[in-house]
């Protein structure tokens, strides 16, 4: 059986790195017979921690990423059920890897300015307790302490216009967005000195790279309150 650890997440790397030659590590069917196969080092970050997955192709074939829990491994799967065959790829050979450069970027955006968002709620004192960073549904959600003053639609919109401040000053400074090993050996990811928590999704390189940040609404909803956010690569599109 095919481990973990025989694969590096490549995508957790480099961001922009969309394309690479690597070698099948194992291959297979699903129940339903479609193919998959997992390669050595893999570029296509998988869905999981509220990131969509990558849009990407294994040689010729479109195959969406899938973590699969009994291994760990991320395995390719054909993005067409159709396909029983990835292009009759087995465990050694050699295949191109490459993902959907601006969907990657945007993804990136959207996953970075989530932290953003995140860091200036926790700013407010208010307790961090999700997120979503899919294209046109992302959004950061927080339990306030004390949500009572917060139902008042007036006070809700300033509270609204701090997030946007404190994010549009953290853009303004282009503070840098880096990854490390912590302690614990979890990837911690830092903007600047402003914000660290455990992540393994995708992030541009510094806020400098985020384009048409903008807080959308926020919404209290039985003690919750949720910033919705859109975000966009300077670079993409
Ligand atoms: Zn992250």
Redesign the pocket.
């Known amino acids: 059986m095919v481990h973990q650890t025989e694969q590096t997440p490549s995508y957790l790397d480099d961001t922009h790195l969309t394309e690479i030659v690597t070698r099948v590590v194992a291959a297979g069917r699903q129940d339903d017979g479609a193919a998959w196969v997992a390669v050595r080092d893999n570029l296509f970050h998988p869905q999981g ?1 509220g990131q969509p997955a990558d849009r990407g192709w294994l040689d010729g074939c479109e195959v969406v990423p899938v973590r699969d829990a009994a291994t760990g491994l991320v395995v390719l799967r054909a993005a067409d059920a159709d396909v029983r065959d990835l292009d009759g790829l087995a465990a050694g050979d050699e295949a191109k890897a490459r993902v959907d450069a601006d969907l990657r970027l945007l993804h990136a955006a959207l ?2 300015a ?2 953003l968002v995140e860091a200036a709620g926790r700013a407010q004192d208010w307790t961090y307790t999700g997120s979503n960073h899919f294209p046109g549904q992302a959004r950061i959600e927080f339990t306030p302490d004390d949500p009572g003053p917060l139902s008042d639609a007036g006070r809700r919109e300033e509270a609204a216009d701090r997030l946007r401040a404190f994010v549009a000053a953290a853009v303004a400074d282009g503070l840098p967005v880096t990854a490390a090993p912590g302690p614990d050996g979890l990837r911690l ?1 830092s903007i600047g000195g402003l914000h660290t ?1 455990p ?1 393994g ?1 995708t ?1 541009v390189r510094g806020l400098a790279d985020l384009a048409d940040v903008a807080i959308t609404a926020v919404k209290l909803r039985k003690g919750r309150l949720r910033a919705s956010y859109s975000a966009s690569h300077r670079t993409a599109g």
Do not use: L
């Open positions: 921690g996953h970075t989530g932290h990811v928590a992540c999704g992030h």
